[in-house]
């Protein structure tokens, strides 16, 4: 270990940091323990680290670059996701961040690397200021082994500084807080922000631009299990829609919640570990996720029910966004290696506000191909400043934050493996039925479950369906362990006036989003779009 060190000393040189004491590959227990000796940590009743990230406690997308040079120029799809910026700026920061973190009096610096499929490993090396966000790349990358560090080779770095900040006039940024990706020099500059999720969805990112270029693989924002019989599912969806509670089944094995690749012979996780909310979370609910809050988790930014260390996970004082992350073998069913076969089933996560589509529906490869390109949720009223009415929110292929190719690569990939496979694909609502956020009531967890077992179990295939106007959806008149009543959203709305007037304006919206994409598809996807009446009437 010691000849490892030394080895890590140099390369942090190499990079023109100099700082008197690298603490490197301290197992969790220690950097709990330097957390809270450091007074940026509390121990919560059932012994996780609860640590605050300080004035952002999510992704900042309008803060996030890429440099733009000859490598990137021509191949990422420059738009309000990705944000050029010149290479001389990255260099620039690079060496300040550089000279900040020498006049720290520790760094902690961890190797680990990402993708299940060792056909597809890549090493990263992260270097971070705090003691608990190195214990966030502990959970969330992979740990190789003792003998693999011997001879540990980054392939990509990151270097992240919540106490650094950039001065925009300067530096070529937008605000003082930044997360740069250089693909030319491998590099992921974080600065400004303690919110971890900044080095994941970074390291998403870049695979998000290698695999599909250079391996043919479709990187994908879903979640994914697999059943005793070897039956791969894939859950798509944005964040808040269900990815990490559905894919959390005691009956089925976990690959990963939240990123994956689907090569020509399979599935594999790009992550070691889970980052999944906790509001409002439960045993009941999410019995899975509950348990795995334990010594070696790491809590953000909750708060604790007056005067105990117990958490209150209702709470949303500082933030909704309250998450815990840990390794993925603290899921008791988790599947090692984390790797699995063509997935048979995949389901489109939605949360609908609007409570207009049904909790689910059976989708045509053309329909697919067109919510997959949508990638519809909807915000409620009072979680964004003037939001007083549901609000549509479209994000390209369920992840266009993390995409630096054109949605329409991913998509191309998506539709010849769904035509090459003959994957089953289901769309879920997991938000409201028989009316909008505010006068319906939000679909029971458990009837969504029994929906996608008997979607997984084959129990849907040859029962009846109706066709849901506006959006011409199939969905099955009935469902083992479902109301019948609860499948059809126009049958279960008070008003079916009031409902097709939500369906149209919701059909409206879908319509405009996907203008932009309408140049790039086929004529059999366009047609797949809702239509502006109720063609049943």
């Known amino acids: ?104 009096p520790a760094l902690w610096v961890r190797d680990g690397y990402v993708c299940a499929d060792d056909r597809f490993r890549l090493n990263i090396r992260v270097i971070n200021e705090h003691a608990w966000s190195n214990l966030f790349a502990y959970n969330m990358f992979m740990r190789p082994t003792q003998e693999e560090l011997k001879t540990f080779e980054p392939d990509w770095i990151i270097m992240q500084a919540p106490g650094f900040e950039a001065e925009p006039k300067l530096d070529g940024t937008r605000s003082p807080h930044f997360a740069i990706i250089s693909f030319t020099h491998k590099m992921i500059l974080i600065g400004g922000t303690g919110y971890t999720g900044e080095m994941k969805k970074g390291i998403f990112t870049i695979l998000n631009y290698i695999l599909p270029q250079q391996q043919q693989v479709l990187s ?48 594999f996780n790009f992550e070691g570990g889970c980052y999944a909310k906790c509001i409002d979370l439960t045993a009941e609910k999410e019995p899975e996720i509950f348990a795995a809050i334990k010594p070696g988790a790491l809590l953000e930014n909750i708060v604790f029910v007056p005067g105990t260390n117990e958490v209150d996970f209702s709470a949303k004082d500082i933030t909704e966004n309250t998450r815990v992350s840990y390794p993925l073998h603290f899921i008791s069913n988790a599947k090692s290696p984390a790797v699995a076969g063509i997935p048979r089933n995949i ?81 879920i609502n997991t938000g409201w039925i028989g009316g909008a956020y505010g006068t319906g009531s939000r679909i029971k967890l458990s009837y969504t479950r029994a929906m996608i077992t008997a979607a997984l179990n084959g129990e849907l295939d040859d029962l009846k369906y109706e066709l849901l106007p506006y959006f011409r959806l199939q969905v099955p008149m009935h469902c083992p362990g479902v109301p019948s009543e609860v499948l059809n959203p126009r049958k279960n709305w008070p008003d079916a006036a009031a409902y097709d007037q939500r369906a149209a304006a919701l059909a409206h919206d879908f319509v405009q989003n996907f203008e932009k994409y309408a140049s790039g598809v086929t004529a059999e996807i366009l047609a797949a779009a809702p239509v502006l009446h109720n063609d049943q009437n």
Not at 353 to 374: C, D, W
Not at 402 to 416: I, V
């Open 347 to 427: 389901f489109f996560l939605t949360c609908d506000a609007n409570g207009v589509l049904p909790p689910i529906s059976r989708l045509t490869r053309e329909q697919a191909m067109y919510h997959f390109i949508s990638g519809y949720t909807a915000r409620v009223a009072g979680t964004e400043a003037g939001v007083t009415e549901p609000k549509s929110t479209f994000s390209a292929c369920f992840g266009a934050p993390f995409l630096p190719l054109h949605p329409g690569k991913y998509a191309q990939m998506l539709g010849e493996k769904l035509q090459q496979h003959d994957v089953n694909v289901w769309l």
């Open 220 to 267: 994908m924002h879903c979640s994914a299990n697999v059943g005793r019989l070897g039956d791969t599912a894939v859950f798509f969806g944005l964040s808040g829609t269900g990815k990490t509670t559905l894919s959390a089944d005691p009956n089925r094995q976990l690959i990963g919640d939240d990123e994956h690749g689907w090569t020509k012979d399979g599935v």
């Open 1 to 104: 270990m010691e000849q490892t060190i030394a080895r890590n000393i140099i390369s942090l040189k190499h990079l023109g940091i100099r700082t008197g004491q690298i603490h490197y590959q301290l197992s969790p227990e220690t950097l709990t323990e330097q957390t809270l000796l450091q007074g940026q940590g509390e121990i919560s009743a059932t012994g996780a680290l609860c640590i605050r990230t300080g004035k952002f406690t999510g992704r900042s997308p309008q803060d996030k670059f890429i440099v733009k040079d000859a490598l990137t120029a021509n191949t990422v799809h420059w738009n309000n996701f990705n944000m050029p910026i010149d290479e001389q700026y990255f260099l620039q920061l690079r060496q300040k961040m550089a000279g900040y973190m020498s006049e720290q």
